[in-house]
Each structure stands twice: as C-alpha cells, then as structure tokens.
C-alpha cells in the first residue's frame, strides 16, 4: 500500500493536482473487511491529505460510532484522489485518472462489502465476490431532513451486514 500512496502522491494523470495542497489517498487498515468510497475530497482533506475530516466526515464518524461502527476498523477513500475547484463534481476523464488506483486499493484489500457515498462514487467499478451498498453522501444528509432520515435507514442496513461478517 505504501508504494501505491507514493503513486497517488505523485500523481499528474489529470489536471485536479495543480490546485492542490495534498493526495489524499485514504486510509484505514489494509485487511479492512469494509471499505466506504465518497466522490473527492474537500478543502480540510486537503490542507492535511486525509479522508473525510471535515464537517461531512466528523458526520460520518459520528453516525458510524452511532451504528457500532469503529472509523478504524474501515478503509475510507475517495474515488478522486485530489480537491477539485470550488468541491465540484469530478468530471468522467478525473474519475477515469483515478479509477486504477481505486481498483488496485480495492484488490489489495479485499473488503466483504465497499458502501459507497453519493452518486460520484457509484463510478466505482463491480468486483465480482465484494458487496457493494449505495448511500446518500453525508454531506446531503447534513443538509436535508429526508436524506438524513433515508441515510440513517441506510447505514442500519449496512450496520446489520457488517455486524453479520463478525
């Protein structure tokens, strides 16, 4: 995993690392039975070259640890490795820079399940033999009421999964 983190790291596949200060690769342990993948990170992830630190990601833990779920107990990444301007949608060919390492990640970990956070992330390509759960993002959650009762049914949903794979 360390070389592949170098490879992110040093990544100019698209155009996304001018503007930023960090790769954020992901982290988590590498025998992670669950992997969660959002669309990129934002401007806190960023500054410090980790995943899902800012307001949608202190969300996201919260509601984990609310589930029983251990943030260190998962790997969390993103399908896009760098911030892009203003937290906008990575386009396809930034995805499509991107999607290796999120495959080499994914083959490397091996995770029962990968739950993936927002609509970007459904990019993420099917590997037979993983189960994959779809998600509203955190961050729409935070903002709206029926998204966030609809994500809380969702993540006790992936709650009952991951507590059956113990």
Avoid at 55 to 78: P, V, Y
Wanted: glycine share 6%; with cysteine.
């Amino acid at each position: 995993m360390e070389a592949l983190n170098s490879e992110i790291y040093s990544c100019r596949r698209c155009l996304l690392w001018q503007n930023a200060k960090n790769s954020v690769p992901g982290e988590g342990p590498i025998n992670a039975k669950v992997m969660f993948i959002g669309q990129n990170p934002g401007a806190e992830e960023d500054q410090k070259g980790k995943p899902f630190i800012g307001r949608a990601g202190k969300f996201l833990t919260k509601t984990l640890s609310d589930f029983g779920i251990k943030r260190e107990d998962i790997f969390i990444t993103n399908i896009v490795k760098h911030v892009s301007p203003k937290n906008r949608k990575p386009t396809p060919d930034e995805v499509a820079a991107c999607l290796p390492y999120l495959v080499e990640q994914i083959e490397m970990i091996k995770p029962k399940i990968i739950v993936l956070l927002g609509a970007s992330a459904k990019q993420t390509p099917r590997i037979n033999g993983i189960e994959y759960c779809e998600v509203i993002h955190p961050s729409a959650a935070m903002r709206f009421t029926k998204m966030r009762e609809k994500f809380m049914l969702q993540l006790d949903t992936v709650a009952k999964k991951i507590s059956s794979l113990k």
